[in-house]
């Protein structure tokens, strides 16, 4: 027998063995008693409500959303590009300053963006209350740590002898770093910057869900009244606005814009940093100490904890990592596969635009019609909708990719798929593994909203927490989590570093 | 060189309109009494519902009064403490829960149904369960799909959920090992309506008016069981009012919400939203067993 | 008597295991042409980096000016410039950008992020990238998108824009054509030149081609870290050659 050999394009396969549990599960809890809801779910897709009134509320929500998510994309991107520098190897080597000072930089930041934004979004809630700022300040606070990493770690390419080259000619230290560090982060800005905008604009729209306003608020509380038509109205609107934002940003060019709005464009940037860290500063001391006291008292109270089997909850969070990142790596590759003519290609673009563009928790209430809440639920939930975006990544690298080889297999007489197969996604299954090692730490941190929506692992104890105010529960959940999401990083840290 | 600095002059200018925007919410102005209320129903019924109350509020206290919508209890309760709302419409819980947290706060009235409020127990047409009449006979309610409320509602989920402990059903009992949460009272109709959850628990109020109004709704749902009664939803406004606005204000504050007659017509329309005939006295003490049960279910720790 | 311009005394550098070099003395005065021969791995590399200030010997002491290397502020540090054997030039920036690079010692911070964001003036620039053979096409580039002899002048263009005193040069000869080779070197060796342009006017240029002795007036041999012979170019004789082939 032939032994089954582990390369990077059979791993990219195999996950898909998760899903005999996730569909046993699925199975016997299944029900058609929301078949009518559904139903009425789907027409609605296609004949959203549309009047002046609505169309009044979208135009202000969106409004609303824009501003959240452009100004947190552009702080988190300014920021994340200073902490990038800051947590880079150059930075010390440049300013002859101790390594540590680094490692305890990396330690903070890996802590930030161990908590999804929501939790951020909820945790803050709780000390300011009710505020527009909030939602910026939420999703700022991870994006700023993961945007730090990532352009941290293309800094961290840079060649150590340039950097001595430099360093002869003996300029001013602030002249050498950033002669340095302009083109990798530059380069990174126009590869994973830009995309940014449009996590930013879908998290925006999940805070909103948790009452930061923007288009979330309507979107959920439409679902909530089962308000279909309304609520395809406001989907349809989000559709618009990250359609549009892309196409926006595809148009802008950093190379070719003329020098005077470049300048402009330089100065406008530092204003906002300066800006954005003037507000921070202002938004932390403007609302007195009082609500800080409050939370002291409300820490104060009884301490006999544990009383609920923490360590159940801590393993089912990580069995849903786990089941749903296979979902994330195998379906993609696999409905490419099957899928692998025009038509099928144009489904799948559809469908995955589908699932990126319905926030997660609304998902899950339309697949809880279904079935009875569980882990598997909450897997395959939150796997579709990352494959929906690691899909999207996997179409558009196999586009750009030469097809050379596929269309010489192809001439040899090789069947189409055994073709595309061995012409095609070999090539890219390495680059494909490593961006999924990048995304399951972002799954982690989303098991959090799943579970706040009310199905399983910690996420569900965090929400019944927070509404009973117990805020030393609340304390150690985070804690779980952050070790779990950190644990996880260093796991993918390890499994990325071998794939390249 | 001469352009770069107009740019600056103009971002500075730019700069300092932003900021000004931004930070206005942070200083609003102290004289706004902020209502607030925890969405219970829907979000069209609410805002029709408070906008009201609000006008009538400006009107004979003769400040400005300005309606906040929230999107979930929590931030109700939080958005109580924090100060960003100064009298909020509050469930038995939440009330609570916002008085523990926020001292000096105060309990202004109730409705006259909130004294013997009630919760009802639906079911899907499907399961042909006859409706019960202690209970005991909650116990056929095991391994169903049985949907709550909110998490932190007192008709929809608190007062339910000990009915339910109290004849001996766990939320372990129901199928899935778990209960759902649907969010508010009218979504929990619609979900047993359509039969993705087998059996509810809401407040009695909201399913009397969707059986008056929207028969439609309710056309595949029977009832299944009347709670005793208990003390539900009540106005809590802040302590300082008096040192913010006026002194007395408290008290005037008092005395418009009670003098609310269903006799006047523009009052009619605000307390027909309520549901109710009149606003009546209330007192902390009446939720003392409200504390109770919640600390025993761990909504209060 | 002239003070030297740079001066080792008993240089020993280790880089892990083995020493890359013993016991190194030199002085080099102002106005030399230094040509300095040996094997790959002989220590010209090495050396180079030293007399530069990139490493650090393990043992002896560098002077330049007749300061200790340590002690020299950015001013004078600025009198050496360097071609590296491997170039190192930034990679992603434009050629202009990277030659403009050169000037970075001489100016603000303001500068180099003008440089960045491709609006500082190149004249100086072009006019540098000119002397060196290099195309007008070429200029707005991408440094990667050049080929190797291309990227050669272009680092000698970055050293030469220093306007220093002392040139340091790694092999500047590779990659270039015969031609190409003849010009660039008279213009290294000679410091009145047609263009105007500054000159550095003490020269250290490692070689490994016997063919492009002429122009120098000083001649040092290194074999396995250790300097064999340092002579006038006049007195250099077959037997140094071989000595260290």
């Keep these: 027998m032939n032994k089954l050999k582990l390369n990077s394009s059979s791993i990219t396969f195999l996950p898909i063995l998760v899903f005999i549990p996730i569909a046993y599960e699925l199975f016997i809890n299944f029900h058609i008693g929301g078949i009518e809801l559904f139903k009425e779910f789907i027409i609605s897709a296609l004949n959203p409500k549309i009047n002046n009134e609505i169309i009044l509320t979208l135009v202000k929500r969106l409004n609303e959303t824009i501003f959240i998510a452009f100004l947190s994309w552009l702080i988190s991107i300014i920021f994340g590009v200073i902490f990038g520098i800051l947590s880079s190897e150059i930075f010390y080597k440049i300013l002859n300053l101790p390594i540590f000072l680094k490692r305890f930089l990396n330690l903070f930041l890996t802590f930030i963006r161990s908590i999804h934004e929501i939790i951020w979004g909820l945790i803050l809630m709780q000390i300011y209350g009710i505020n527009f700022s909030i939602g910026i300040i939420a999703i700022c606070i991870p994006y700023v740590a993961i945007n730090a990493k990532v352009f941290s770690e293309q800094i961290e390419n840079i060649n150590l002898k340039t950097i001595e080259s430099i360093k002869q000619i003996n300029c001013i230290k602030s002249s050498t770093l950033i002669t340095l560090v302009w083109a990798p982060v530059i380069e990174t800005f126009k590869n994973f910057g830009l995309y940014r905008l449009e996590c930013a604009i879908r998290s925006t729209a999940v805070l909103g869900l948790f009452g930061v306003g923007g288009i979330g608020t309507s979107i959920f509380i439409s679902f909530q009244t089962l308000n279909f038509r309304e609520l395809w109205t406001y989907l349809w609107g989000l559709a618009f606005l990250i359609i549009i934002s892309k196409e926006l940003l595809k148009k802008f060019n950093l190379s070719k814009t003329s020098k005077n709005f470049l300048t402009f464009f330089v100065i406008a940037l530092f204003c906002i940093s300066l800006f954005s860290l003037s507000f921070f500063v202002y938004f932390i001391f403007n609302k007195n100490a009082i609500p800080f006291n409050s939370i002291n008292n409300l820490l104060i109270s009884n301490f006999n904890f544990i009383s609920y089997d923490f360590l159940k909850l801590l393993l089912e969070t990580i069995v849903l990592c786990l089941l749903s990142t296979g979902i994330a790596i195998s379906f993609p590759p696999i409905f490419i596969l099957i899928l692998n003519n025009k038509i099928g290609i144009t489904i799948i673009r559809i469908i995955s635009f589908l699932f990126r563009l319905i926030p997660t928790p609304v998902l899950i209430l339309i697949l809880l019609m279904f079935n009875n809440p569980s882990i598997s639920l909450a897997a395959i939930t939150l796997g579709l909708h990352n494959a929906a975006i690691t899909s999207k990544l996997l179409l558009a690298n196999l586009h750009n990719q030469d097809n050379k080889q596929y269309i010489a297999m192809k001439s040899l007489g090789v069947a189409k798929r055994s073709s595309w197969l061995f012409g095609l996604f070999v090539k890219q299954a390495n680059s494909y593994l490593a961006y999924c090692a990048y995304r399951s730490d972002i799954i982690i941190r989303e098991t959090a909203i799943l579970g706040v929506i009310g199905s399983v692992g910690l996420g569900w104890q965090l929400q019944e927490s927070l509404s009973s105010f117990a805020w030393e529960e609340v304390i150690v959940i985070l804690f779980a989590y952050s070790s779990i999401a950190i644990i996880g990083e260093l796991i993918n840290g390890k499994i990325k570093s071998n794939l390249t | ?301 | 008597m002239i003070n030297p311009l740079l001066e080792l005394k008993e240089v020993s550098y280790k880089n892990k295991n083995n020493f890359t070099l013993k016991n190194v003395s030199l002085r080099i005065k102002s106005g030399e042409k230094v040509a300095l021969l040996g094997k790959s791995g002989a220590g010209k590399t090495t050396l180079i980096s030293i007399l530069n200030g990139t490493l650090k010997p393990n043992k002896g002491s560098v002077k330049l000016f007749n300061t200790e290397f340590d002690k020299l502020n950015l001013y004078q540090k600025s009198k050496i410039s360097t071609i590296w054997q491997d170039l190192r030039l930034i990679e992603d920036l434009s050629v202009e950008q990277n030659v403009n690079c050169g000037l970075l010692g001489k100016q603000s911070f303001l500068f180099a992020f003008k440089n960045l964001l491709n609006i500082s003036s190149f004249n100086k620039a072009h006019q540098y990238m000119q002397v060196c053979n290099l195309k007008k096409s070429i200029f707005s580039k991408n440094i990667r998108k050049i080929s190797g002899g291309q990227k050669q002048r272009v680092a000698i263009a970055r050293s030469l824009i220093q306007e220093s005193d002392i040139l340091l040069a790694d092999e500047p000869f590779n990659n270039l054509d015969p031609k190409l080779t003849s010009n660039i070197k008279n213009l290294l060796l000679i410091t009145k030149n047609k263009n105007k342009i500054k000159v550095p006017n003490t020269t250290l240029i490692s070689l490994h081609r016997l063919d492009l002795l002429d122009g120098f007036n000083r001649i040092i041999g290194m074999k396995n870290g250790e300097i064999l012979f340092d002579l006038e170019k006049t007195k250099l004789k077959k037997y140094h050659l071989n000595k260290i082939y």
Excluded at chain 2, 57 to 71: E, F, G, R
Excluded at chain 2, 177 to 188: I, L, N, P
Excluded at chain 2, 223 to 250: C, E, M, S
């Design chain 2, 1 to 301: 060189m001469n352009k770069i600095f107009i740019n600056v002059k103009k971002i500075i200018v730019t700069s300092t309109i932003f900021f000004a925007t931004l930070s206005s919410p942070l200083n609003a102005n102290p004289k706004v009494l902020k209502i607030g209320a925890i969405p219970d129903q829907n979000q069209e019924v609410l805002d029709k519902r408070f906008n009201l109350f609000a006008k009538e509020l400006a009107k004979s206290l003769n400040v400005k009064v300005k309606y906040i919508p929230v999107v979930n209890y929590i931030a109700a309760v939080t958005g109580f403490r924090t100060n960003d709302l100064d009298l909020v419409w509050f469930g038995g819980l939440s009330g609570v829960q916002a008085r523990l947290q926020t001292p000096n706060a105060i309990v202004i009235a109730q409705r006259d149904i909130d004294k013997d409020f009630k919760s009802v127990f639906i079911v899907n047409k499907k399961l042909k369960l006859d409706s019960i009449f202690n209970k005991n006979g909650l116990k056929k309610l095991k391994n169903l799909r049985f949907t709550f409320g909110s998490e932190n509602s007192t008709s929809g989920r608190l007062m339910p959920e000990y009915f339910l402990n109290d004849a001996g059903i766990k939320i372990e009992n129901f199928k899935g090992k778990r209960a759902g949460f649907s969010g508010s009272h009218d979504a929990t109709i619609a979900l047993v309506n359509s039969g993705a959850f087998d059996a509810g628990a809401l407040n009695k109020q909201v399913w009397e008016n969707n059986l008056k109004n929207n028969p439609k709704r309710t056309n595949n749902v029977n009832l299944f069981w009347i709670t005793p009664d208990y003390v539900d939803y009540h106005w809590v406004a802040q302590g300082n009012l008096d040192n913010r606005f006026r002194k007395g204000f408290t008290k005037e504050l008092k005395s418009t919400i009670l003098n609310l007659d269903i006799k006047n017509t523009e009052h009619k329309k605000i307390l027909d939203m309520f549901n109710a005939k009149k606003f009546i006295e209330a007192e902390s003490s009446e939720y003392k067993n409200i504390e109770k049960i919640a600390r025993k279910l761990k909504k209060i720790r």
